[in-house]
């Protein structure tokens, strides 16, 4: 039996990234999409509980050539809400990869929390499926990732290959730069957003506020971080876990509240 590789994004079902995303993984097996019916960026875990979300069918392509098959929904729900609407409704079996993206700009460092991307890979962990989420430094709406294809192969052939730690995701960047370094894993860079609300003048009278800003990290030198090793032009890989619990406070929450 083919491999079964779900997809899914927070740019959209028509975005660059997530169709570029499904062409190099039907070199694996077959590719299930199913993608927002528009952008969802910065939608975190967020799920729909106020609306009805519906699911509406867009093409299918027959496996090929030693290429997998394509099928593709698109959802007018969340990130997230894509991802549990494919493995509750839409796939015919459990998948054997998720992956997420390719995401048009990057989600290293505490980003990740906000990311609609981050979302699906952490919903495949918590499915028990070996789950990757990939970004690209490249933002723009009709960005080619076709640069990062030798590190996506890479990566997917490895997951498949060997799986993953158990409640653990990856999260992957690519900068964007013809000068790629290799990959180095990472862990988590620490920062925060500066200036994030832009206030402007309603025409009608009043004011609203774009949310935008920019990221710093609290140490610019740590070389251990995913932050530091884009800038400087590593693929960073950083192992994401679903398991919360700061285990080294326990003992000092406890003699706080004994």
Request: hydrophobic letters at 40%; aromatic letters at 10%; a negative charge.
């Amino acid at each position: 039996m083919e491999k079964l590789i779900f997809i899914s994004n927070d740019d959209g079902v028509y975005a660059n990234g997530v169709m570029q995303l499904a062409d190099m993984a039907r070199e694996f097996g077959d590719v299930f999409v199913v993608a927002p019916d528009q952008g969802r960026s910065g939608a975190g875990m967020s799920i729909t509980s106020v609306s009805p979300v519906r699911n509406t069918f867009v093409r299918h392509e027959e496996a090929a050539e030693g290429r997998g098959s394509l099928t593709v929904w698109k959802c007018s729900g969340t990130p997230d809400d894509c991802a549990k609407m494919g493995f509750e409704i839409l796939l015919p079996r459990k998948p054997d990869l998720v992956l997420a993206g390719i995401n048009h700009g990057d989600n290293c460092a505490v980003n990740a929390h906000y990311s609609g991307t981050m979302s699906i890979a952490l919903e495949g962990a918590i499915k028990e499926v070996p789950s990757v989420a990939f970004s690209s430094g490249k933002a723009e709406k009709d960005a080619d990732f076709s640069y990062m294809r030798v590190y996506v192969r890479k990566v997917i052939s490895a997951v498949l290959g060997h799986g993953l730690p158990p409640n653990v995701c990856l999260n992957v960047n690519v900068p964007d730069t013809a000068d790629l370094k290799g990959i180095k894993i990472c862990k988590m860079g620490m920062g925060d957003w500066h200036d994030e609300w832009q206030e402007r003048e309603h025409p009608h009278g009043g004011k609203y506020y774009w949310i935008g800003g920019y990221y710093a990290p609290f140490d610019k030198d740590d070389t251990e971080s995913d932050s530091w090793a884009f800038e400087h032009g590593y693929v960073t890989v950083t192992p994401i876990r679903l398991d919360l619990t700061a285990y080294a406070a326990m003992e000092q929450i406890s003699q706080m509240l004994g």
